[in-house]
């Protein structure tokens, strides 16, 4: 099992991207009420806008229809640090994404493959371009159902359409996408004239 609940764990937003989300959206509408009846705005609940008033990031006041909350230049200043927190954490994620990705990979490679394509052009794909050279492996072409990525570049590779499967010569063909992966592993197992070897990325 390569994608274990670490792998995972850019799923779970943590709880700086939260706050970083709730300045923004303050910063953008300019003040949050907060109903007097109880009820929120949105996913804004009295603990989380109590705590960033605690750290001095929010201005509370009595509304006409309840608490108002507005940022303070504290809290403004706070958005630009959170920013760059953010920008860490996806960096760290990012490379945490493609080393799962490598090994993967690698053992492809460990197991005989050498000319590769990708099946779909997902996310997943765009990501294991940049460590695909580093295990051995050639990237030979990369297809997807969908006619709207048709001509759009993974990498320095053209996305084509399965039907053109067929004109490529290449040893493994390696499934990029979790959502329909078993619906194209059933469709190619179907073909008759399948001479690769069809491998699954997410295991």
């Given at each position: 099992?390569?994608f274990?609940?670490?792998s ?48 001095k ?10 608490e ?34 490598r ?46 990525k ?11 359409s ?20 078993e ?21």
């Open positions: 099992m390569y274990n609940e670490e995972f764990q850019f799923l779970r937003p943590s709880a700086k991207l939260y706050e970083l989300t709730l300045l923004m959206e303050l910063e953008r509408k300019e003040k949050i009420s907060l109903l007097n009846n109880g009820s929120d705005e949105k996913i804004y609940s009295q603990i989380a806008l109590a705590s960033l008033y605690e750290k990031l929010l201005h509370r006041q009595a509304g006409k229809d309840g108002e909350y507005f940022l303070t230049s504290k809290g403004k200043d706070h958005i630009k640090w959170a920013t760059v927190d953010f920008v860490l954490e996806i960096n760290k994620l990012a490379h945490l994404a493609k080393g799962t990705f090994k993967r990979l690698r053992e492809l490679y460990e197991s005989g493959s050498r000319q590769v394509v990708f099946y779909a052009a997902s996310d997943s794909a765009h990501a294991m371009v940049d460590v695909i050279a580093e295990t051995g492996l050639s990237l030979v072409g990369v297809f997807d159902d969908d006619r709207l048709w001509g759009q570049m993974v990498g320095d590779t053209e996305v084509k399965p039907d053109t499967l067929g004109n490529y010569h290449f040893d493994t063909l390696l499934i990029t996408t979790l959502v329909f992966q619906q194209i592993l059933t469709r190619l197992q179907q073909r008759k004239d399948n001479n690769f070897r069809i491998e699954k990325l997410f295991i």
